[in-house]
């Protein structure tokens, strides 16, 4: 019944009956409480700590989905590669670009070139350094020359804005070369 509290079924003998345990609902009716049925409690406190628990969880799910720079100060990583790039005979090609300020932890780079069979050939470095009364000015530096079948640039330490790898094939056969940029913290 509507508005009133309900009472034991089964009282003792001789005892009036007492009202079970119970809560009222929202339409003012009640209902019993208990295992099947517990008191619809809410303790805002908790209910507080538990979001904020949430809410550090998935902060901390999303700082694991994304990359962790676990690199040591001092270890080398490779930056950039170039593969499987021709150069005619005789011919010079920039192949690529270090842009510095992507890479502005590393104190140092190294280039590695390996190519498909001995022959004479030489990387330079072109060094770019920027100048307001004449535009941009190219400083170029050779890295490693002679008849090899690869080569190994000593550490290179940034002194511009950026630098490009220039090979020259002195070859008369076009070559086939491989480039690894690689810098260290």
Same mark, same amino acid.
């Given at each position: 019944m509507k508005g009133r509290l309900k009472r034991e079924s089964n009282p003792a003998p001789g005892e009036k009956a007492g009202f079970t345990p119970q809560h009222e609902k929202v339409d003012g009716s009640y209902i019993n409480t208990g295992e099947n049925n517990p008191l619809p409690v809410t303790d805002t406190e908790l209910?507080?700590?538990? *979001?904020s628990i949430k809410q550090t969880q998935a902060q901390i799910l999303e700082r694991l989905d994304?990359? @962790?720079?676990? #690199?040591?100060?001092?270890?080398v990583v490779e930056l950039s590669r170039k593969l499987n790039r021709n150069i005619t005979a005789g011919g010079r090609s920039t /192949?690529?670009?270090?842009?510095?300020? *992507?890479? /502005?932890?590393?104190?140092?780079f190294f280039i590695i070139t390996r190519n498909d069979s001995k022959h004479n050939f030489r990387v330079d470095i072109d060094w770019k350094v920027p100048s307001t009364s004449f535009g941009? @000015?190219?400083? *170029?530096t050779a890295v490693f020359e002679g008849d090899l079948i690869w080569g190994a640039s000593p550490p290179i330490r940034m002194k511009a804005s950026g630098l490009r790898l220039i090979v020259l094939n002195r070859? @008369?056969? *076009?070559? #086939?070369?491989?480039?690894?940029v690689y810098g260290v913290k």
């Open positions: 209910k507080s700590e538990l *979001e994304s990359p @962790i720079d676990t #690199q040591l100060k001092g270890s /192949i690529l670009s270090v842009d510095p300020a *992507e890479h /502005i932890d590393y104190k140092e941009t @000015i190219y400083g *170029e070859d @008369i056969e *076009e070559h #086939q070369y491989d480039f690894y």
